[in-house]
Protein backbone atom coordinates (compact mmCIF):
# COMPACT_ATOMS: atom_id res chain seq x y z
CA UNK A 1 0.00 0.00 0.00
CA UNK A 2 1.47 3.64 -0.75
CA UNK A 3 0.68 5.97 1.46
CA UNK A 4 -0.93 9.72 1.02
CA UNK A 5 0.23 12.44 2.32
CA UNK A 6 -1.99 12.84 5.29
CA UNK A 7 -1.37 9.27 6.49
CA UNK A 8 2.61 9.80 6.29
CA UNK A 9 2.30 13.00 7.72
CA UNK A 10 -0.15 11.12 10.52
CA UNK A 11 2.42 8.57 11.38
CA UNK A 12 5.77 10.73 11.46
CA UNK A 13 3.47 12.93 13.76
CA UNK A 14 3.01 10.14 16.58
CA UNK A 15 5.87 8.35 16.50
CA UNK A 16 7.39 12.17 16.64
CA UNK A 17 5.04 12.82 19.61
CA UNK A 18 6.38 9.21 21.12
CA UNK A 19 10.02 10.46 20.75
CA UNK A 20 9.03 13.88 22.19
CA UNK A 21 7.78 11.78 25.20
CA UNK A 22 11.47 10.10 25.52
CA UNK A 23 12.50 12.88 25.55
CA UNK A 24 10.21 14.63 28.17
CA UNK A 25 11.45 11.30 30.37
CA UNK A 26 15.08 12.49 29.93
CA UNK A 27 14.07 16.09 31.36
CA UNK A 28 12.47 14.14 34.65
CA UNK A 29 14.84 12.18 35.03
CA UNK A 30 17.97 14.81 34.54
CA UNK A 31 16.44 16.85 36.95
CA UNK A 32 16.51 19.42 34.06
CA UNK A 33 13.23 20.69 34.39
CA UNK A 34 13.98 24.06 35.37
CA UNK A 35 17.19 23.95 33.13
CA UNK A 36 15.13 27.04 31.89
CA UNK A 37 13.79 28.88 34.20
CA UNK A 38 11.52 31.14 32.20
CA UNK A 39 9.26 30.58 29.66
CA UNK A 40 8.97 30.91 26.22
CA UNK A 41 12.26 31.85 26.41
CA UNK A 42 15.32 30.64 28.46
CA UNK A 43 17.52 32.47 30.58
CA UNK A 44 15.84 35.83 28.95
CA UNK A 45 17.27 34.45 24.99
CA UNK A 46 15.30 32.83 22.49
CA UNK A 47 18.60 30.72 22.16
CA UNK A 48 20.10 30.15 25.87
CA UNK A 49 23.73 30.35 26.18
CA UNK A 50 26.43 27.74 26.52
CA UNK A 51 28.49 28.87 28.98
CA UNK A 52 27.92 31.22 32.42
CA UNK A 53 29.60 33.81 30.52
CA UNK A 54 26.75 34.63 28.21
CA UNK A 55 24.63 34.78 30.96
CA UNK A 56 22.19 37.60 31.12
CA UNK A 57 22.95 39.65 34.25
CA UNK A 58 19.69 39.16 35.67
CA UNK A 59 19.59 35.48 36.12
CA UNK A 60 21.22 33.84 39.18
CA UNK A 61 24.92 32.44 37.73
CA UNK A 62 25.03 29.57 40.99
CA UNK A 63 21.56 28.19 39.48
CA UNK A 64 23.03 27.86 35.86
CA UNK A 65 23.80 24.49 34.57
CA UNK A 66 24.22 24.18 30.58
CA UNK A 67 24.03 20.35 30.10
CA UNK A 68 20.26 20.88 32.14
CA UNK A 69 19.51 24.07 30.04
CA UNK A 70 20.25 22.56 26.51
CA UNK A 71 17.90 19.07 27.30
CA UNK A 72 14.80 20.99 28.77
CA UNK A 73 15.49 23.84 25.43
CA UNK A 74 15.74 20.58 23.08
CA UNK A 75 12.97 19.60 24.47
CA UNK A 76 10.94 22.77 23.58
CA UNK A 77 12.37 22.77 20.32
CA UNK A 78 10.75 19.26 19.74
CA UNK A 79 7.92 20.64 20.82
CA UNK A 80 7.63 23.14 18.31
CA UNK A 81 8.54 20.91 15.91
CA UNK A 82 5.41 19.04 16.75
CA UNK A 83 3.22 21.59 17.16
CA UNK A 84 4.25 22.23 13.56
CA UNK A 85 3.75 18.43 12.79
CA UNK A 86 0.15 18.26 14.17
CA UNK A 87 -0.78 21.52 12.29
CA UNK A 88 0.01 19.82 9.02
CA UNK A 89 -1.92 17.04 10.02
CA UNK A 90 -4.86 18.94 10.79
CA UNK A 91 -4.40 20.69 7.34
CA UNK A 92 -4.21 17.30 5.05
CA UNK A 93 -6.69 16.47 7.17
CA UNK A 94 -9.38 18.19 4.93
CA UNK A 95 -9.14 15.38 2.32
CA UNK A 96 -10.81 13.31 4.07
CA UNK A 97 -13.42 15.72 5.58
CA UNK A 98 -16.65 14.69 3.12
CA UNK A 99 -15.42 10.52 2.96
CA UNK A 100 -13.98 10.20 7.00
CA UNK A 101 -15.32 13.01 8.45
CA UNK A 102 -14.06 11.25 11.54
CA UNK A 103 -10.40 11.99 10.09
CA UNK A 104 -10.62 15.51 10.49
CA UNK A 105 -12.48 16.14 13.34
CA UNK A 106 -9.51 13.94 15.84
CA UNK A 107 -7.46 15.75 13.97
CA UNK A 108 -8.18 19.22 14.80
CA UNK A 109 -9.01 17.96 18.51
CA UNK A 110 -5.08 17.17 17.84
CA UNK A 111 -4.51 20.64 17.00
CA UNK A 112 -6.81 22.16 19.99
CA UNK A 113 -4.78 20.33 22.28
CA UNK A 114 -1.45 20.91 21.02
CA UNK A 115 -1.79 24.46 21.63
CA UNK A 116 -3.17 23.98 25.55
CA UNK A 117 -0.10 21.81 25.81
CA UNK A 118 2.47 24.54 24.59
CA UNK A 119 0.67 26.51 27.13
CA UNK A 120 0.45 24.26 30.00
CA UNK A 121 4.23 23.26 29.26
CA UNK A 122 4.70 27.00 30.49
CA UNK A 123 2.86 26.64 33.86
CA UNK A 124 4.69 23.90 34.76
CA UNK A 125 7.87 26.03 34.34
CA UNK A 126 6.15 29.07 35.75
CA UNK A 127 4.82 26.97 38.93
CA UNK A 128 8.04 25.56 39.78
CA UNK A 129 7.40 22.35 38.91
CA UNK A 130 4.24 21.96 40.33
CA UNK A 131 3.57 18.22 40.76
CA UNK A 132 0.01 18.07 39.55
CA UNK A 133 0.48 20.47 36.58
CA UNK A 134 3.38 17.80 35.69
CA UNK A 135 0.84 14.93 36.08
CA UNK A 136 -1.87 17.05 33.34
CA UNK A 137 0.91 17.78 31.37
CA UNK A 138 1.85 14.21 31.12
CA UNK A 139 -2.07 13.34 30.21
CA UNK A 140 -2.51 15.42 27.71
CA UNK A 141 0.41 14.10 25.86
CA UNK A 142 -1.46 10.70 25.93
CA UNK A 143 -4.27 12.49 24.83
CA UNK A 144 -2.72 13.98 22.01
CA UNK A 145 -1.12 10.35 21.38
CA UNK A 146 -4.44 8.57 21.57
CA UNK A 147 -6.47 11.18 18.74
CA UNK A 148 -3.50 10.57 16.54
CA UNK A 149 -3.56 7.45 16.26
CA UNK A 150 -7.49 7.28 16.11
CA UNK A 151 -7.39 9.91 13.22
CA UNK A 152 -4.43 7.43 12.00
CA UNK A 153 -6.73 4.28 11.78
CA UNK A 154 -9.62 5.88 10.72
CA UNK A 155 -6.94 7.22 7.57
CA UNK A 156 -5.37 3.79 7.05
CA UNK A 157 -8.30 1.55 7.98
CA UNK A 158 -10.50 2.13 4.65
CA UNK A 159 -7.51 0.95 2.41
CA UNK A 160 -6.42 -1.80 4.88
CA UNK A 161 -9.20 -3.12 6.59
CA UNK A 162 -8.76 -5.28 9.23
CA UNK A 163 -11.09 -8.44 9.58
CA UNK A 164 -12.51 -10.72 12.19
CA UNK A 165 -14.77 -13.25 12.54
CA UNK A 166 -17.92 -12.21 14.41
CA UNK A 167 -18.06 -14.14 16.82
CA UNK A 168 -15.08 -13.14 18.41
CA UNK A 169 -15.40 -9.37 17.42
CA UNK A 170 -17.56 -8.66 20.79
CA UNK A 171 -15.20 -10.83 23.02
CA UNK A 172 -12.04 -9.06 21.75
CA UNK A 173 -13.66 -5.32 21.98
CA UNK A 174 -14.68 -6.11 25.69
CA UNK A 175 -11.23 -7.29 26.55
CA UNK A 176 -9.58 -4.80 24.83
CA UNK A 177 -11.69 -1.99 26.22
CA UNK A 178 -11.33 -4.01 30.18
CA UNK A 179 -7.86 -3.56 29.02
CA UNK A 180 -7.28 -0.43 27.93
CA UNK A 181 -9.48 0.66 31.22
CA UNK A 182 -7.27 -0.94 34.11
CA UNK A 183 -4.10 0.64 31.98
CA UNK A 184 -5.04 3.80 32.68
CA UNK A 185 -5.88 3.41 36.01
CA UNK A 186 -2.82 1.87 36.46
CA UNK A 187 -1.40 5.06 34.64
CA UNK A 188 -3.16 7.23 36.98
CA UNK A 189 -1.53 5.66 40.05
CA UNK A 190 1.75 5.75 38.29
CA UNK A 191 1.42 9.47 38.60
CA UNK A 192 0.45 9.13 41.95
CA UNK A 193 4.15 7.60 42.60
CA UNK A 194 5.93 9.77 40.83
CA UNK A 195 4.06 12.60 42.41
CA UNK A 196 5.00 10.94 45.74
CA UNK A 197 8.37 10.80 44.68
CA UNK A 198 9.21 14.25 43.54
CA UNK A 199 7.43 15.55 47.33
CA UNK A 200 9.98 13.12 49.35
CA UNK A 201 13.45 13.98 46.71
CA UNK A 202 12.59 17.87 46.92
CA UNK A 203 12.10 17.29 50.65
CA UNK A 204 14.71 15.57 51.48
CA UNK A 205 17.13 16.35 49.17
CA UNK A 206 19.96 14.69 50.99
CA UNK A 207 18.06 11.21 50.87
CA UNK A 208 19.67 8.49 48.73
CA UNK A 209 17.58 7.57 45.42
CA UNK A 210 17.39 4.19 46.78
CA UNK A 211 15.43 5.18 49.82
CA UNK A 212 12.83 6.69 47.59
CA UNK A 213 10.45 3.53 47.90
CA UNK A 214 10.68 2.65 51.42
CA UNK A 215 9.28 6.26 51.77
CA UNK A 216 6.35 6.18 49.14
CA UNK A 217 3.43 4.87 51.61
CA UNK A 218 0.32 2.49 50.86
CA UNK A 219 0.14 4.39 47.29
CA UNK A 220 3.12 2.58 45.67
CA UNK A 221 1.74 -0.68 47.25
CA UNK A 222 -1.21 0.03 45.36
CA UNK A 223 0.29 0.50 42.34
CA UNK A 224 2.31 -2.51 42.35
CA UNK A 225 -0.94 -4.61 43.17
CA UNK A 226 -2.95 -3.20 40.51
CA UNK A 227 -0.29 -4.32 37.74
CA UNK A 228 -1.56 -8.05 38.19
CA UNK A 229 -4.90 -7.05 36.59
CA UNK A 230 -2.99 -5.32 33.77
CA UNK A 231 -0.69 -8.69 33.27
CA UNK A 232 -3.75 -11.03 33.66
CA UNK A 233 -6.09 -8.66 30.83
CA UNK A 234 -2.78 -9.00 28.46
CA UNK A 235 -2.48 -12.26 28.95
CA UNK A 236 -6.24 -13.19 28.16
CA UNK A 237 -6.42 -11.33 25.14
CA UNK A 238 -2.76 -13.23 24.11
CA UNK A 239 -4.26 -16.50 25.26
CA UNK A 240 -7.52 -15.91 23.17
CA UNK A 241 -6.12 -15.02 20.10
CA UNK A 242 -4.06 -18.14 19.91
CA UNK A 243 -7.22 -20.08 21.05
CA UNK A 244 -9.41 -18.50 18.26
CA UNK A 245 -6.70 -18.67 15.79
CA UNK A 246 -8.19 -14.96 14.87
CA UNK A 247 -6.04 -13.05 12.38
CA UNK A 248 -2.36 -12.53 12.44
CA UNK A 249 -2.81 -8.27 12.97
CA UNK A 250 -4.87 -9.47 16.07
CA UNK A 251 -2.18 -12.54 17.13
CA UNK A 252 0.31 -10.52 16.68
CA UNK A 253 -0.74 -7.28 18.35
CA UNK A 254 -1.96 -8.89 21.39
CA UNK A 255 1.82 -10.33 21.58
CA UNK A 256 3.06 -6.84 21.18
CA UNK A 257 0.68 -5.57 24.07
CA UNK A 258 1.71 -8.18 26.56
CA UNK A 259 5.84 -7.76 25.85
CA UNK A 260 5.28 -3.98 26.53
CA UNK A 261 3.26 -5.32 29.93
CA UNK A 262 6.11 -7.61 30.95
CA UNK A 263 8.88 -4.84 29.74
CA UNK A 264 6.80 -2.15 31.94
CA UNK A 265 6.43 -5.20 35.09
CA UNK A 266 10.67 -5.54 34.59
CA UNK A 267 11.15 -1.78 34.45
CA UNK A 268 9.19 -1.34 37.90
CA UNK A 269 10.71 -4.06 39.60
CA UNK A 270 14.29 -2.42 38.76
CA UNK A 271 13.09 0.91 39.72
CA UNK A 272 11.75 -0.56 43.31
CA UNK A 273 14.78 -2.76 43.68
CA UNK A 274 17.56 -1.44 42.19
CA UNK A 275 18.04 2.20 43.85
CA UNK A 276 15.70 3.88 41.34
CA UNK A 277 17.92 4.25 38.50
CA UNK A 278 17.39 7.25 36.22
CA UNK A 279 16.98 5.00 32.55
CA UNK A 280 14.46 2.92 33.68
CA UNK A 281 12.59 5.73 34.55
CA UNK A 282 12.58 7.10 30.98
CA UNK A 283 11.94 3.34 29.81
CA UNK A 284 8.91 3.42 32.28
CA UNK A 285 7.62 6.55 30.87
CA UNK A 286 8.07 5.51 27.64
CA UNK A 287 7.01 2.12 28.01
CA UNK A 288 3.79 3.19 29.29
CA UNK A 289 2.71 5.43 26.39
CA UNK A 290 3.85 2.70 23.71
CA UNK A 291 1.42 0.24 26.07
CA UNK A 292 -1.61 2.59 26.06
CA UNK A 293 -0.93 3.21 22.29
CA UNK A 294 -0.97 -0.03 21.58
CA UNK A 295 -4.10 -1.13 23.36
CA UNK A 296 -5.45 1.95 21.73
CA UNK A 297 -5.03 -0.06 18.67
CA UNK A 298 -6.13 -3.02 19.73
CA UNK A 299 -9.42 -1.21 20.32
CA UNK A 300 -9.96 0.71 17.98
CA UNK A 301 -8.96 -2.13 15.27
CA UNK A 302 -11.54 -4.31 16.94
CA UNK A 303 -14.43 -2.32 17.19
CA UNK A 304 -14.06 -1.13 13.32
CA UNK A 305 -12.94 -4.90 11.87
CA UNK A 306 -14.70 -6.34 9.16
CA UNK A 307 -16.14 -9.64 8.99
CA UNK A 308 -14.50 -12.59 8.91
CA UNK A 309 -16.27 -15.25 6.35
CA UNK A 310 -14.50 -18.01 7.48
CA UNK A 311 -14.99 -19.24 11.55
CA UNK A 312 -11.51 -20.20 13.61
Not at 111 to 117: A, D, G, K, L, S
Request: positive net charge; aromatic residues 12%; contains cysteine.
Amino acid sequence: MKLNLYQKTALITIAATFFLIFVGGLVRASGAGLGCPDWPKCYGLWIPPTTVEGLPSEFDESAFNAVKTWTEYVNRLIGVLIGFLITLTFLFSFRYRKSVPAVTMASFAAFVMVIFQGWLGGQVVRSGLTEWVITIHMLVAMAIVGVLIYAAFKAVNGDIPVKLHPDHKTIISRAALFLLLVTLIQMVLGTQVREAIDVISRGNPDLDRSLWVDNLGAIDAVHRSFSWLVIFSSVYLVWFAKKSKVTPFFSRLSVLILALVISQVVAGIVLAYLGMPPAFQVFHLLGSALLIGAVLLMVFSAREAGSEIAAA
